[in-house]
């Protein structure tokens, strides 16, 4: 039989909630994000699940609103748009992983950093970043259409986290993802499309996080485009991967988000 997790004590800023020792972050007292746990640092099984699980977490509480306000949308893609008038558009729609979220320069996140492969192979693509903090689903399909006013040749779509963690039917998070790939067929049939995969901690339930990771493939499956297995392979729990907040990653992280990510989105170009 499993036992509790036991947390260590905290020194200052400290309180009890439901039995767990809470950090205060400086972001919490701010109200902008959650506290986070604190285990011991000998226990890495324990410390890889508590930081995957964090990672999640903070994927939906760091972001805000679902919907993105246009001044959102327009800083998404106004780096790059004048750009690519004369090049074949690769553009990532996603969530805080694909936006940067902690970065000191949003271009080190991961598609930032396959641009910069890009530009080393000297091929005529240029990366737009639709990524916004705390996306959903629901929120992606919301603003697909106006992030769609930007022609693209590859679709990557990088989404679904923080249904997860919300403990969204399944079958609606399908519906959405499902809805997002039918907008981008519908409006440029010849764009490539991929696909990223998620997965939730074990915490979520055996059905429900079994249930998550297959929507991906089967996703890929019946709509015939490419799929990353795991966007975070290599990454999710790793301390010295992810930044102070022991929870999203750092530029390293990014790289080797980005090699995930490029494996298959290669073949696609």
């Known amino acids: 039989m499993c036992r509790l997790f036991e947390f260590e004590p905290m020194i200052l800023n400290k309180r009890k909630h439901m039995g767990v020792t809470l950090r205060h972050s400086k972001g919490e007292r701010k109200g902008l994000c959650p506290p986070m746990l604190r285990v011991p640092q000998h226990d890495s099984t324990l ?81 737009i970043n639709a990524g916004v903090s705390g996306e959903t689903t629901a929120g992606g399909l919301a603003r697909i259409d106006w992030v769609l006013k930007q022609k693209p040749n590859v679709f990557v779509l990088e989404l679904g986290a923080n249904d997860g963690l919300r403990g969204i039917p399944v079958a609606e998070t399908t519906r959405n993802l499902q809805s997002i790939i039918d907008k981008v067929k519908a409006k440029y049939p010849d764009a490539k499309i991929l696909l990223t995969g998620m997965q939730v901690p074990p915490s979520m339930g055996h059905d429900y996080t079994t249930a998550f990771k297959n929507l991906f493939p089967a996703l890929a499956e019946k709509n015939k485009i490419a799929l990353v297995p795991f966007l975070l392979a290599g990454v999710g729990g790793n301390p010295k991967l992810n930044q102070a907040d022991g929870i999203h990653p750092t530029a390293e992280g990014a790289k080797i988000v980005a090699d995930n990510v490029w494996e298959i989105l290669k073949t696609e170009l």
């Open 47 to 127: 410390l890889k699940f508590v930081g995957y699980f964090c990672l999640l977490l903070l994927l939906s509480a760091c972001g805000g609103k679902n919907t993105p306000t246009d001044t959102q949308q327009q800083a998404a893609t106004k780096d790059t748009t004048a750009a690519t008038s004369n090049k074949k558009v690769i553009l990532f729609f996603g969530d805080s992983l694909t936006a940067g979220y902690g970065l000191d320069d949003p271009s080190n996140a991961f598609p930032g950093v396959i641009q910069q492969k890009i530009d080393s192979l000297k091929l005529d693509y240029a990366v």
